[in-house]
């Protein structure tokens, strides 16, 4: 009786232990370089899932992820690795990146086919990507990801023109009457940190199109997908990205997402110069006080080409209405502009010149335009109105750069994230609503919020730095806020705004006059030098109510910091400056008096010195900024 009581009792623990071992082997790991983001991977049922944890704390529970939805997936074998390298990226918000990860392959069976499932996992973020193999050409596939979030977790994200959407809570919406439409990028706010659900690298995964965002059917989690047809015997998908932070600031400094993206395609991007232009769109109908009003004319651009040249501008951007009609191989250029005295006036006054293409405007055929414009010696295109042709907007890229051109997408352009590390001369784009466009939505508080919503995304084309914001409110320009006295904001603000939004093309729109006015407060724009920053640190902020950013090149700092219309202080600590060091500031501020409805002009500039550890009470007026610009002190 003894010895069969013993026999079952090793049999029972002999398939115990076989039953444990089966699932510690379909269950797979891989963690951050510093243990704190940890990813889990498994079967359930006949999928493959997934989960991920912060400092031991589930962020995103159990979620299904898949290529081939209602296909069987079946984990066949794993494999691990690790990276730690750095690389300089032509331009942006750092001058030198870390790329350092774990990465988890799963060798997965889809009835015919077979995918590799690889999870990279960086210290504040990760990304998922398929590679598929064994499926015909013109099959459909559709990359699919669920992220189930905590209940009491909240949703932030784009809404086009509108003031972004949030805080929306993951309980609420099993109840709500309405489902606003999710865009990326999507800001979860979490007890403890704060996540970013996004793509990166679209642009080398041919055939797939814009990621679809919905939720699922109890509301209760969200679902991202996106289709492609298969082309070739291989196929990779975008990168599936959540990015993950414990402060909200710091989601827009995150380098995961340039990580993620594909290397350099550019052979020699020496020619790729990042920095500020000048735009006519918005001064059009401005009167300087000599009695010229500016308008879609020759004096008018050689104007802008005298100024650029006194200020060390870069770029000037000509946009619509250079041109009164397109057919293919042929514009019809304005009779009022002498395009070819400009395009000579800028060459000699070295001021390189950007012209603007409405695709609605008629067709010049796509493979000729570029070409077209090189032989203008344009050194940029502006293009309008590609809407979300990821095909297309991909071509547009990749031709650019062949005829060795910047490219600037207008009006809600596909979000290729991670794109100006793969072409860099992909510059900026309109994946916001630029100052002066959609009045209505445009106040303080929807900046601060595009600023730590949209900008996770990429480099943004926002149109910051009015100076006249007594005229726009009047309504002195032709294309100026259709509502009068709607635009909240003071020109010191304009001036942080230009800092605070990273782009690889600071497109300031003002006139001439008015930053020559204000020269001692132009001077923060002017010196700044945009898209060549050795480190990027967002030092304070708070969803929809401020934002205090800092950029060094060197030993110089720039730093921007903007308030809501309630109006506040915040105490900057200069930690970030070198010990036992003098450093010279430049305060460029608010007064008393200042207030972005009543008095938004009123502006004061003083300098002083600090060190390493000073604070400094940075007060805005409703609707405000605060700049200073910290330089140190030359030893003599």
Not at 191 to 209: H, M, V
Not at 288 to 308: C, H, Q, V, W
Request: aromatic share 12%; hydrophobic share 35%; proline share 4%.
């Amino acid at each position: 009786m003894y010895k069969m009581i013993s026999i079952e009792l090793r049999l029972i623990l002999f398939f115990f232990l076989v039953f444990n071992v089966a699932n510690a082997q379909s269950l797979f790991t891989v963690s951050s370089p510093d243990g704190n983001l940890q990813v889990q991977l498994s079967e359930v049922g006949e999928a493959v899932n997934y989960q991920v944890f912060w400092n031991g704390e589930a962020i995103v529970n159990s979620s299904k992820i898949s290529i081939l939805p209602g296909t069987a997936s079946k984990i066949q074998g794993s494999a691990t690795s690790t990276k730690n390298e750095t690389w300089k990226p032509v331009w942006g918000q750092f001058s030198e990146i870390t790329d350092h990860y774990n990465e988890l392959t799963l060798d997965i069976a889809l009835g015919e086919a077979s995918a590799k499932l690889i999870t990279r996992v960086y210290d504040h973020g990760l990304g998922f990507r398929y590679e598929l193999r064994g499926l015909k050409a013109g099959a459909e596939v559709t990359m699919y990801c669920e992220y189930k979030l905590d209940g009491n977790d909240s949703l932030y994200f784009p809404s086009g023109e509108n003031p972004p959407v949030g805080p929306l809570a993951i309980n609420e919406l099993a109840t709500s009457d309405e489902t606003p439409k999710l865009r990326m990028p999507i800001v979860v706010e979490t007890k403890k940190p704060y996540l970013s659900i996004l793509e990166s690298d679209l642009f080398s995964a041919p055939g797939f199109d814009v990621i679809s965002l919905s939720y699922d059917q109890n509301r209760s989690a969200i679902i991202s997908s996106n289709t492609a047809q298969v082309t070739e015997e291989k196929l990779i998908t975008p990168w599936r990205v959540i990015l993950v932070n414990d402060q909200i600031g710091d989601l827009v400094t995150n380098t995961v997402t340039l990580n993620l993206a594909a290397p350099n395609q550019i052979e020699d991007p020496s020619w790729i110069k990042p920095g500020k232009t000048l735009w006519d769109w918005r001064v059009h109908g401005y009167t300087a006080s000599d009695g010229f009003t500016y308008g879609i004319n020759t004096e008018s651009y050689l104007r802008f080409i005298d100024f650029a040249a006194e200020m060390g501008i870069e770029y000037f951007l000509i946009d619509d209405s250079w041109y009164k009609k397109v057919t293919p191989g042929n514009f019809e250029l304005s009779e009022k502009l002498d395009l070819q005295k400009v395009i000579a006036y800028a060459a000699e006054k070295d001021v390189e010149l950007m012209l603007y293409y409405d695709r609605r405007h008629g067709e010049y055929g796509d493979e000729e335009l570029f070409e077209y414009y090189k032989s203008l010696g344009m050194k940029g295109i502006k293009y309008g109105f590609m809407g979300q042709n990821v095909p297309f907007s991909r071509d547009a890229i990749a031709s650019s750069a062949e005829s060795q051109l910047l490219i600037d997408f207008h009006d809600s352009p596909v979000p290729f994230t991670g794109i100006e590390r793969t072409y860099a001369n992909a510059i900026t784009k309109e994946y916001c609503h630029a100052q002066q466009d959609s009045r209505k939505a445009f106040t303080p508080e929807t900046f601060i919020k595009m600023a730590l919503i949209n900008a996770i995304q990429g480099p943004l084309d926002m149109n910051n730095g009015n100076f006249d914001l007594s005229g726009i409110n009047r309504g002195d320009r032709e294309k100026g806020p259709k509502i009068t006295n709607s635009y909240i904001s003071t020109v010191v603000s304009e001036a942080a705004r230009t800092l605070i939004i990273h782009s690889g093309l600071v497109c300031i729109p003002d006139a001439p006059e008015e930053y020559r006015e204000k020269a001692d407060l132009f001077e923060f724009i002017q010196k700044q030098p945009v898209g060549k920053w050795d480190e990027s640190i967002i030092l304070d902020a708070k969803m929809g109510e401020y934002i205090s950013t800092a950029r060094r090149q060197g030993d110089s700092w720039f730093i921007g910091s903007v308030h809501d219309q309630q109006g506040g202080t915040l105490d900057i600590a200069l930690d970030f400056l070198q010990p036992g060091k003098e450093y010279q500031i430049t305060y460029y501020e608010d007064t008393d008096e200042t207030h972005g409805k009543t008095n938004p002009e009123a502006y004061q500039v003083r300098s002083g010195l600090v060190k390493k550890g000073d604070i400094v009470h940075a007060k805005m007026a409703p609707g405000g900024g605060h700049c200073m610009w910290i330089r140190m002190v030359e030893l003599k």
